[in-house]
């Protein structure tokens, strides 16, 4: 009988539960119960400082890899949302993306219908400030920190809180949700609703079983995602969004980059055999359609 795999995570509620998915598949194929080995990340830490304000990537992730590396864990769990833009750190490989969630935003409180002009939307995400501001430019915007728990304690009078519905659904709070926001009006953030588990790039044993439980559909489209990111060269810092799919031939991808402010948003569609080759083109077309400005005048303001 196979051994149980030690898997690393944030020890936040969510990073738990999603965690608890991956176990549970895992037990599913192999008939053996996981370990979870809770950690805490520097993210989970400094739940006072904004997420743009940090200057190095990875600051939900890096902990947990790092107990692979050290072989205190035999894989790290993460939200796909959290990884850096950059490939795997050298000894890791993504050896599994389970089926992925429903990668939608959500407005908690109340509906875009019902926020009247001044109305307080919470959220600390550039992200989905930037398309909110570009679609309703009369709403104001108030920053927010922490798991999903605190997100939702602090609804503003008369306004409303942006979170994942997959977060929502998940912690079993999907009721909660006023409006899930489509995604021509909202794509969501780089691998949203996804799961990426990580294992050693030379534990081939490892890497065989989690293999057992990727989806290869959601694999692709988040290999596409995360090669239009990191073409872009953005992080959770930048107002960057995309939301990709697989088909029978390929995938679909749609993205955008936009100014903070929402004023401008630049927003192209690709369609290709190839996951990566497709977002780094999708990317490039952006990138010669105006979004080189954009992205300079973002990282001049870092």
């Known amino acids: 009988m196979a051994t149980a795999l030690r898997l690393a995570t944030r020890s936040s509620p969510l990073a738990l539960v999603q965690t608890r998915l991956v176990a549970a598949l895992l037990e599913a194929v192999e008939g053996v119960p996981a370990q979870i080995v809770p950690l805490e990340s520097r993210g989970d830490r400094d739940v006072s400082v904004p997420i743009e304000a940090f200057a190095e990537r990875g600051v939900f992730v890096t902990e947990i890899e790092q107990a692979v590396l050290d072989g205190r864990a035999d894989a790290a769990v993460h939200s796909a949302k959290?990884?850096?833009?950059?490939?795997?750190?050298?000894?890791?490989?993504?050896?599994?993306?389970?089926?992925?969630?429903?990668?939608?935003?959500?407005?908690?409180g109340a509906r875009l219908d019902d926020l009247g002009p001044g109305a307080l939307v919470a959220t600390g995400s550039v992200r989905r400030r930037a398309q909110l501001?570009?679609?309703?430019?009369?709403?104001?915007?108030?920053?927010?920190?922490?798991?999903?728990?605190?997100?939702?304690?602090?609804?503003?009078a008369g306004g409303a809180v942006l979170v994942a519905f997959a977060a929502l659904q998940r912690l079993g709070r999907a009721a909660e949700a006023a409006e899930i926001l489509p995604s021509w009006l909202m794509l969501p953030q780089i691998g949203q609703g996804a799961i990426a588990v990580r294992c050693g790039a030379g534990d081939s044993s490892t890497?065989?079983?989690?293999?057992?439980?990727?989806?290869?559909?959601?694999?692709?489209?988040?290999?596409?995602?995360r090669a239009f990111l990191a073409r872009l060269g953005g992080g959770c810092d930048?107002?960057?969004?995309?939301?990709?799919?697989?088909?029978?031939?390929?995938?679909?991808?749609?993205?955008?980059?936009?100014?903070?402010?929402?004023?401008?948003v630049l927003r192209r569609r690709a369609e290709g055999p190839l996951p990566q080759a497709t977002g780094t083109r999708l990317a490039d077309e952006l990138l010669a359609g105006g979004a080189a400005v954009l992205v300079g005048e973002l990282a001049e303001g870092r």
Request: negative net charge; aromatic residues 2%; without cysteine.
């Open 207 to 225: 890497a065989q079983r989690l293999a057992q439980i990727d989806h290869a559909p959601s694999h692709r489209a988040l290999l596409a995602e």
């Open 238 to 264: 930048a107002p960057v969004g995309a939301l990709a799919h697989a088909t029978a031939t390929g995938v679909v991808i749609e993205g955008l980059i936009a100014s903070l402010d929402g004023r401008i």
């Open 133 to 156: 501001a570009s679609f309703r430019p009369d709403l104001g915007f108030t920053g927010l920190r922490g798991n999903i728990d605190t997100r939702l304690s602090r609804v503003p």
């Open 82 to 108: 959290d990884l850096p833009s950059a490939a795997p750190p050298p000894g890791l490989v993504l050896a599994a993306v389970p089926e992925r969630a429903d990668p939608r935003d959500a407005l908690v």
